[in-house]
């Protein structure tokens, strides 16, 4: 499993970056996770979107998937697109109307396979329904939180995983429906996974090096497990 950070920001980019986007590959698969702002001026340096298996949002604030707006206009046949069922927001609405994507619904109950991939789903905690989501081959586990604020149900749903990435890069004095980097090493500490800690706010952020078993997501760069 190989995981490439092109956007760590959110909800806006500093100065030449660009907001959450991730691009998840195992062996033939490759996967985009969220979609946001930026995005479509970097995947190419990594893959052409017409390879892509499917894409997975984890929610439809504008900073997780608003690229796919100017996307649809260069999609010669729809790429499968995985979306929240509560369809939040005007930006949902818009995608769906863009009819470029063959979109499969999901909420938490959902499982699937692509290849010999299992995916699964917990619901968080955040103004838009949002969700986590855990990539299980035989013998290697991935799970990206997307926004949610800390809960106990969230890590549990980490346990067994290698590494999780996780949308946790607030001060610990910050409350906002986001988790700081305690939260993440709190993560650590309890399931034992390696915790890469991205969307990142543009200014002020958390410091993930201060605490053991983080790591602070840096873009244009990839994660092996």
């Not at 650590?188 to 078993?213: F, R």
């Given at each position: 499993?190989?995981?490439?950070?092109?956007?760590?920001?959110?909800p806006?980019?500093?100065?030449?970056?660009?907001?959450?986007?991730?691009?998840?590959?195992?062996?033939?698969?490759?996967?985009?996770?969220d979609?946001?702002?930026?995005?479509?001026?970097?995947?190419?340096?990594?893959?052409?979107?017409?390879?892509?298996?499917?894409?997975?949002?984890s929610?439809?604030?504008?900073?997780?998937?608003?690229?796919?707006?100017?996307?649809?206009?260069?999609?010669?046949?729809?790429?499968?697109?995985?979306?929240?069922?509560?369809?939040?927001?005007?930006?949902a609405?818009?995608?769906?109307?863009?009819?470029?994507?063959?979109?499969?619904?999901?909420?938490?109950n959902?499982?699937?396979?692509?290849?010999?991939?299992?995916?699964?789903?917990?619901?968080?905690?955040?103004?838009?329904?949002?969700?986590?989501?855990?990539?299980?081959?035989?013998?290697?586990?991935?799970?990206?939180?997307?926004?949610?604020?800390?809960?106990?149900?969230?890590?549990?749903?980490?346990?067994?995983?290698?590494?999780?990435?996780?949308?946790?890069?607030?001060?610990?004095?910050?409350?906002?429906?986001?988790?700081?980097?305690?939260?993440?090493?709190?993560?650590?500490?309890?399931?034992?996974?390696?915790?890469?800690?991205?969307?990142?706010?543009?200014?002020?952020?958390?410091?993930?090096?201060?605490?053991?078993?983080?790591?602070?997501?840096?873009?244009?760069?990839?994660?092996?497990?």
């Amino acid at each position: 499993m190989k995981l490439t950070v092109l956007g760590k920001y959110g909800p806006f980019p500093a100065l030449g970056g660009a907001t959450s986007g991730y691009l998840f590959e195992h062996n033939d698969v490759k996967i985009m996770i969220d979609y946001g702002c930026g995005i479509n001026g970097r995947i190419d340096e990594y893959v052409a979107v017409e390879n892509l298996n499917a894409i997975i949002l984890s929610h439809t604030h504008f900073d997780h998937a608003s690229d796919l707006l100017v996307l649809s206009y260069r999609l010669k046949k729809p790429i499968k697109l995985y979306m929240p069922k509560s369809k939040d927001g005007d930006l949902a609405d818009a995608i769906i109307n863009t009819n470029a994507y063959d979109i499969v619904y999901y909420d938490e109950n959902t499982e699937f396979f692509i290849d010999d991939l299992a995916f699964s789903f917990c619901k968080g905690i955040h103004p838009f329904t949002s969700y986590s989501l855990k990539i299980k081959s035989i013998d290697k586990t991935f799970v990206y939180t997307g926004d949610t604020v800390y809960t106990d149900a969230l890590v549990e749903f980490c346990k067994g995983a290698g590494l999780v990435l996780a949308d946790a890069m607030q001060r610990e004095d910050v409350k906002n429906p986001h988790m700081t980097v305690l939260d993440a090493s709190n993560i650590h500490k309890i399931s034992g996974a390696t915790v890469l800690c991205s969307h990142a706010p543009a200014q002020n952020s958390g410091d993930p090096t201060k605490y053991e078993g983080l790591i602070e997501a840096e873009e244009f760069t990839s994660y092996t497990l």
